[in-house]
T-cell receptor
Framework: KAGVTQTPRYLIKTRGQQVTLSCSPI?????VSWYQQTPGQGLQFLFE???????NKGNFPGRFSGRQFSNSRSEMNVSTLELGDSALYLC???????????FGQGTRLTVV | AQRVTQPEKLLSVFKGAPVELKCNYS??????LFWYVQYSRQRLQLLLR??SRESIKGFTADLNKGETSFHLKKPFAQEEDSAMYYC??????????????FGQGTRLTINP
């Protein structure tokens, strides 16, 4: 079966703009989590959605938001981009809250 | 505060030698511990979790609550074990099983 798919794979944006990243989970998975990966901070949890509801949130400013649709696909949005938002954004999906998380390939965001 | 520490950024061993990747954690409660692996040009994937007590690809990890450690071990390293390894914890079902806190990772290189 198809794995977790993230689009786009690469993105270049200008400071101050906003961006939307997409994640399609494995079919049947209802939980989608997002992570930011940077060389300095490593992998950091952003938020988790389950059945269209945000169930958990990390320590990121309100500029970072997300949502999940009825088909479990998820999007995350970053508004008023800053240079420090340049990172690899990873999405992970799982069937239930305590089952294995499967990661996507990530979206590489560069803010210039 | 929840924290995962992997003291070695880089670890290099010869093929056939034993491998131990160190992981220490701090968590006020009963966490679930995981090891994730990322092979070159592949996605981050789960290697093993402490509750399953399995041996995957010859790797084992024992949770030592007294020393708050979850070191990953393999008695005889193989060249295909070269990868980036991440230790991670979650708060389980109560505090969010999908909210993973990752260590900074250890890059393991197996020399022929």
């Amino acid at each position: 079966k198809a794995g977790v798919t993230q689009t786009p794979r690469y993105l270049i944006k200008t400071r101050g703009q906003q961006v939307t990243l997409s994640c399609s989970p494995i079919s049947g998975h209802r939980s989608v989590s997002w992570y930011q990966q940077t060389p300095g901070q490593g992998l950091q949890f952003l938020f988790e959605y389950f059945s269209e509801t945000q169930r958990n949130k990390g320590n990121f400013p309100g500029r970072f938001s997300g949502r999940q649709f009825s088909n479990s696909r998820s999007e995350m949005n970053v508004s008023t981009l800053e240079l420090g938002d340049s990172a690899l954004y990873l999405c992970a999906s799982s069937w239930a809250s305590n089952t294995e998380a499967f990661f996507g390939q990530g979206t590489r965001l560069t803010v210039v | 505060a929840q924290r995962v520490t992997q003291p070695e950024k880089l670890l290099s061993v010869f093929k056939g030698a034993p491998v131990e990747l160190k992981c220490n954690y701090s968590y006020s409660g009963s966490p679930e511990l995981f090891w994730y692996v990322q092979y070159s040009r592949q996605r981050l994937q789960l290697l093993l979790r402490h509750i399953s007590r399995e041996s995957i690809k010859g790797f084992t990890a024992d949770l030592n609550k007294g020393e708050t450690s979850f070191h990953l071990k393999k008695p005889f390293a193989q060249e295909e074990d070269s990868a980036m390894y991440y230790c991670a914890l979650s708060g389980g079902l109560i505090q969010g099983a999908q909210k993973l806190v990752f260590g900074q990772g250890t890059r393991l290189t197996i020399n022929p």
